[in-house]
């Protein structure tokens, strides 16, 4: 963990891994070797059975401003399409435990795809989330077109896709795209809801995630199908029969993840 060159890796409570991007001269740009550790990061949490809930978060100044530009400019077609260019970008999106991102300043580009890819956003007042690729002369490659699309419906994604205009944290809280603004420090109220995650049963967890998620893949019959699945299962786990034992006892349920 102690090896990590473009990230940081922590645990501000023993349930909780936070993970913050480094590159602080590049506002935190998003290269190949960056996200390799990302991967790595996440994976070894999503492993780590104490681990409940992960926080991802940057600096004050930026979240990230993107992919790295400069590595990018002299890619070619056939190198890009070959080595499948970022493809291992989406990794993230197949970690189990759930990933809350903590946004301040810049969030642009494949910085503003990656908190997409986190399940829940919160933003400091200082967060802008924009996706400026039509000024480099290309598009979102990484979710940038259909994420931002579903939280903010086609009108007004397909403006800042179009133009590069960005959005403020406030219209953005007011669209959906982050759950809400955060006064104060970001990071530490993204740790609290991580740690607050982290004391549910994990099974439980898994299977919320998993259901939210199904309604971007499905179609209205076949989610609720496997939402009431998902609950059907859940009556055979331990966390069930504590957590509704405790409500009638009048106590806190004690939730051993079984
Ligand atoms: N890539 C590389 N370097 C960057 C990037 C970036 N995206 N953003 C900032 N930097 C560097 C700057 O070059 C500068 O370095 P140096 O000091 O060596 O000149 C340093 O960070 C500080 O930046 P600025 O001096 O520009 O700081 P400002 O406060 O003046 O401006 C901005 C901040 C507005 C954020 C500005 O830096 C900016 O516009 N950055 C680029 C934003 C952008 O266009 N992002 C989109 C990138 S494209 C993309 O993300 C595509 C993803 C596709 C994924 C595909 C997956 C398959």
Not at 37 to 44: C, G, I, S, W
Not at 89 to 104: D, E, G, Q
Request: hydrophobic share 45%; charged share 25%.
């Amino acid at each position: 963990r102690l090896s990590y060159e473009h990230i940081l890796v922590s645990q501000p409570k023993p349930n909780v891994t936070q993970i913050t991007l480094n590159r602080p001269k590049a506002l935190n740009a998003l290269n190949s070797a960056l996200f390799h550790e990302l991967n790595d990061a996440a994976e070894k949490a999503d492993e780590d059975e104490a681990i409940g809930a992960i926080v991802l978060t940057g600096s004050e100044k930026a979240f990230a401003a993107g992919a790295d530009i400069k590595e990018m400019r002299d890619k070619t077609f056939q190198s890009a399409y070959k080595n499948n260019f970022l493809g291992h970008w989406t990794k993230l999106t197949t970690i189990r435990k759930p990933i809350i991102a903590a946004v301040s300043g810049h969030a642009l580009g494949g910085g503003a795809e990656l908190a997409m890819m986190c399940d829940i956003i919160l933003a400091a007042p200082s967060a802008n989330f924009g996706q400026p690729e039509i000024n480099l002369g290309v598009i979102p490659g990484a979710g940038g077109t259909q994420r931002l699309t579903k939280a903010l419906g086609k009108s007004l994604a397909m403006e800042l896709v179009l133009t590069g205009r960005g959005l403020t944290a406030a219209e953005a809280a007011s669209r959906g795209l982050v759950s809400r603004v955060v006064e104060g420090d970001v990071v530490a109220e993204a740790v609290k809801v991580a740690e607050k995650i982290a004391s549910k049963g994990s099974i439980a967890v898994q299977a919320g995630k998993e259901a939210v998620n199904a309604s971007f893949e499905l179609n209205l019959a076949e989610g609720l199908r496997f939402e009431r699945r998902m609950f059907q299962a859940l009556f055979a786990t331990k966390d069930q029969k504590e957590g509704m034992a405790a409500f009638a006892e009048k106590r806190k349920a004690q939730f051993t993840n079984e």
